[in-house]
């Protein structure tokens, strides 16, 4: 089995997503990931399991029985929510996550307010985290800063798992589950997720999201991806080159309501303004073509839909929120539980769940 142990940190940095994938499994073959640091370590059979566990826990978390075993599966385990960027739903909801599992939680939410601030290295910061609990979930402003901690976790004396909850610019991969577990919902009674087109709309570049959900499409047949974004701010060439390398059908353009009028689910992002190089850079781009409104809303296929991974602007307008298509207040349901899945699964827990008599 392939190990982060036996490999240097280096030589590791350098794999591509795809063969850093065997390094971050549970158990060999079996293709859930121990450390879940991107989209790349989720295939299509890991997604039908994780979202078939997810609706297990769900069903299970209904009764007060189910509820109270729930609590019991991982009552012995501790896990630090580490989050030294902003978050209000990816935290609230891996925190929900924790407790319908029975974890225990602690909290780092400001790196001003840890040893961070002294001058301590994200290493150190680490193994002390480690010293006390049993997984970390973090998110940091730091591309690939998940994937450093990962291997230095695995390579210390008291390895314990690494979820990422967004890294910088690059990935985002439990968002992605939440989106994609609300999508195969949005679809289960009408066909299902193949076959389908989904736009993305609005900072493509920046928004790390659309790197990981874009991804985590191309494991269902048929999918066409449509980018919808300012020149400035269109989708990156990494997720570009991705998509012509599968023979995955996408196209870019500026029009957003051609794009809907096709579209079975539209996905509208926010603009990242908080990575822009020079202060109001964002606000000298023309963005009012890229909103979703009453208009726009009357173009969506009947049974479409219409996501955001929140927080949102003005990118779709209030007049949406009561519309059966949209479906931005269940992501953020679906994320606790498809996070509850994940974290159950990590620790060994999809088959006692799924064969629990609850
Ligand atoms: C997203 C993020 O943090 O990347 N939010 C989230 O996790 N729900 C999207 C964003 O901030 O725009």
């Known amino acids: 089995m392939a190990k982060l142990t036996d490999i240097s940190r280096e030589d590791f940095s350098r794999l591509s997503l795809e063969?850093?994938?065997?390094?971050?499994?549970?158990?060999?073959?079996?293709?859930?990931?121990?450390?879940?640091?991107?989209?790349?370590?989720?295939?299509?059979?890991?997604?039908?399991?994780?979202?078939?566990?997810?609706?297990?826990?769900?069903?299970?978390?209904?009764?007060?029985?189910?509820?109270?075993?729930?609590?019991?599966?991982?009552?012995?385990?501790r896990a630090m929510l580490y989050f030294s960027q902003p978050s209000s739903r990816t935290f609230l909801s891996h925190l929900a996550a924790c407790q319908i599992l029975g974890m225990t939680t602690g909290s780092v939410r400001d790196a001003a307010t840890s040893s961070e601030f002294k001058g301590e290295s994200h290493e150190d910061s680490i193994r002390t985290f480690s010293s006390y609990f049993d997984m970390i979930i973090m998110r940091s402003p730091e591309q690939g800063l998940a994937e450093r901690m990962a291997w230095e976790l695995s390579n210390s004396s008291r390895p314990i798992p690494i979820l990422n909850a967004g890294s910088g610019k690059d990935q985002h991969p439990t968002q992605a589950l939440l989106d994609i577990y609300t999508l195969v919902r949005s679809f289960e009674t009408k066909?299902?997720?193949?076959?389908?087109?989904?736009?993305?709309?609005?900072?493509?570049?920046?928004?790390?999201?659309?790197?990981?959900?874009?991804?985590?499409?191309?494991?269902?047949?048929?999918?066409?991806?449509?980018?919808?974004?300012?020149?400035?701010?269109?989708?990156?060439?990494?997720?570009?080159?991705?998509?012509?390398?599968?023979?995955?059908?996408?196209?870019?353009?500026?029009?957003?309501?051609?794009?809907?009028?096709?579209?079975?689910?539209?996905?509208?992002?926010?603009?990242?303004?908080?990575?822009?190089?020079?202060?109001?850079?964002?606000?000298?781009?023309?963005?009012?073509?890229?909103?979703?409104?009453?208009?726009?809303?009357?173009?969506?296929?009947?049974?479409?839909?219409?996501?955001?991974?929140?927080?949102?602007?003005?990118?779709?307008?209030?007049?949406?929120?009561?519309?059966?298509?949209?479906?931005?207040?269940?992501?953020?349901?679906n994320g606790m539980w498809i996070r509850a899945a994940l974290i159950a699964a990590t620790f060994g827990l999809e088959k006692p769940i799924m064969d629990c008599g609850y």
């Open 19 to 77: 063969a850093k994938r065997p390094y971050l499994e549970r158990c060999e073959g079996d293709g859930l990931p121990y450390h879940t640091l991107f989209a790349q370590q989720f295939d299509r059979g890991i997604l039908e399991r994780l979202c078939t566990l997810a609706n297990r826990i769900r069903f299970i978390n209904k009764s007060r029985e189910g509820a109270l075993y729930l609590k019991t599966v991982l009552a012995h385990k």
């Open 191 to 333: 066909g299902g997720l193949d076959g389908r087109t989904v736009t993305f709309c609005g900072d493509l570049m920046r928004g790390r999201t659309v790197r990981s959900l874009s991804y985590l499409l191309t494991n269902f047949r048929d999918v066409k991806q449509i980018f919808v974004a300012p020149q400035e701010l269109q989708v990156p060439a990494d997720v570009v080159m991705i998509l012509a390398k599968k023979g995955i059908d996408f196209e870019v353009t500026d029009d957003l309501k051609s794009a809907v009028k096709v579209s079975d689910a539209v996905y509208m992002t926010r603009i990242q303004d908080e990575w822009d190089s020079s202060k109001g850079a964002s606000a000298r781009i023309d963005t009012s073509k890229f909103k979703f409104g009453a208009e726009e809303l009357s173009l969506l296929k009947k049974d479409g839909a219409l996501l955001h991974p929140l927080p949102r602007r003005d990118e779709i307008a209030t007049c949406c929120d009561r519309d059966p298509r949209a479906m931005y207040w269940r992501q953020m349901r």
